[in-house]
């Protein structure tokens, strides 16, 4: 049948921003700063031989920013489109008035994903919701779209509960999958027919590569997490109580 076969998803997050830029009004649109700026241009760089059938972003400026400095590298780039469905889990509204107290208040986020009604902050969406979005945006790019390899330039949130959904672990293991900024994931998905001869179906999917940052592959420079890598903070391992912020 058409389009079976093995695909190739090259999954990648933003790279670096800031969030409490001076002139920003909204951090839905914050820009790369030239940090991700530099971070985008290794991927690219390390990606310069591959040959993308299709390019998505999650809609938002930072990945689409992204997708086109490592498109820029290519020879013969597809078309760069927009997936909404691939957009960062939407958090709940919370005040803070540092990093060090937005850092500390994120902290943690992803380690009880899978209790029933476990949101991104308290009245943001569930990640129960957030899973069921995410999931069905790439099981849309995958069984109804024809190409062989594809750049995908997504969120933390969305990397974490796209590989659980690869490894077939779910909101149970997100926690463990570390996304540091633009770094690169590699799945491979085998699409075979469905049995009522109909359609596609995703037969089975292989990790390949995880959290690959070109600009650092070693990760000397990246003893923080990615969220205090983010935000230029350390809590040396230890869990920040929000009450000491606060």
């Given at each position: 049948?058409?389009?079976?076969?093995?695909?190739?998803?090259?999954?990648?997050?933003?790279?670096?921003?800031?969030?409490?830029?001076?002139?920003?009004?909204?951090?839905?649109?914050?820009?790369?700063?030239?940090?991700?700026?530099?971070?985008?241009?290794?991927?690219?760089?390390?990606?310069?031989?591959?040959?993308?059938?299709?390019?998505?972003?999650?809609?938002?400026?930072?990945?689409?920013?992204?997708?086109?400095?490592?498109?820029?590298?290519?020879?013969?780039?597809?078309?760069?489109?927009?997936?909404?469905?691939?957009?960062?889990?939407k958090?709940?509204?919370?005040?803070?008035?540092?990093?060090?107290?937005?850092?500390?208040?994120?902290?943690?986020s992803?380690?009880?994903?899978?209790?029933?009604?476990?949101?991104?902050?308290?009245?943001?969406?569930?990640?129960?919701?957030?899973?069921?979005?995410?999931?069905?945006a790439?099981?849309?790019?995958?069984?109804?779209?024809?190409?062989?390899?594809?750049?995908?330039?997504?969120?933390?949130?969305?990397?974490?509960?796209?590989?659980?959904?690869?490894?077939?672990?779910?909101?149970?293991?997100?926690?463990?999958?570390?996304?540091?900024?633009?770094?690169?994931?590699?799945?491979?998905?085998?699409?075979?027919?469905?049995?009522?001869?109909t359609g596609l179906?995703?037969?089975?999917?292989?990790?390949?590569?995880?959290?690959?940052?070109?600009y650092?592959?070693?990760?000397?420079?990246?003893?923080?997490?990615?969220?205090?890598?983010?935000?230029?903070?350390?809590?040396?391992?230890?869990?920040?109580?929000?009450?000491e912020?606060?």
């Open positions: 049948m058409k389009g079976a076969g093995r695909r190739r998803i090259y999954l990648m997050r933003h790279g670096h921003v800031d969030y409490f830029a001076p002139d920003l009004t909204d951090p839905r649109m914050v820009p790369l700063t030239e940090m991700g700026r530099e971070q985008a241009g290794a991927a690219g760089a390390a990606l310069s031989h591959a040959h993308f059938d299709l390019a998505v972003y999650s809609g938002l400026p930072r990945t689409r920013e992204t997708a086109e400095i490592v498109l820029s590298d290519n020879k013969a780039p597809p078309e760069l489109i927009a997936h909404e469905g691939l957009e960062e889990i958090s709940g509204w919370i005040k803070a008035t540092s990093r060090e107290e937005l850092a500390a208040r994120l902290a943690y992803f380690d009880e994903a899978d209790a029933p009604g476990a949101s991104f902050l308290p009245d943001g969406e569930t990640f129960e919701n957030a899973q069921r979005r995410i999931i069905a790439l099981e849309e790019l995958v069984l109804t779209r024809e190409w062989r390899t594809a750049l995908v330039v997504a969120h933390e949130g969305v990397n974490r509960i796209a590989l659980g959904w690869a490894c077939g672990g779910g909101l149970s293991t997100i926690a463990a999958f570390e996304q540091d900024l633009a770094c690169l994931n590699l799945i491979d998905v085998d699409v075979t027919p469905n049995e009522a001869g179906q995703i037969e089975r999917m292989a990790l390949k590569a995880l959290n690959v940052t070109a650092d592959f070693v990760k000397k420079g990246l003893t923080r997490s990615s969220l205090e890598h983010l935000f230029d903070v350390d809590f040396g391992g230890l869990r920040p109580r929000n009450s912020v606060a």
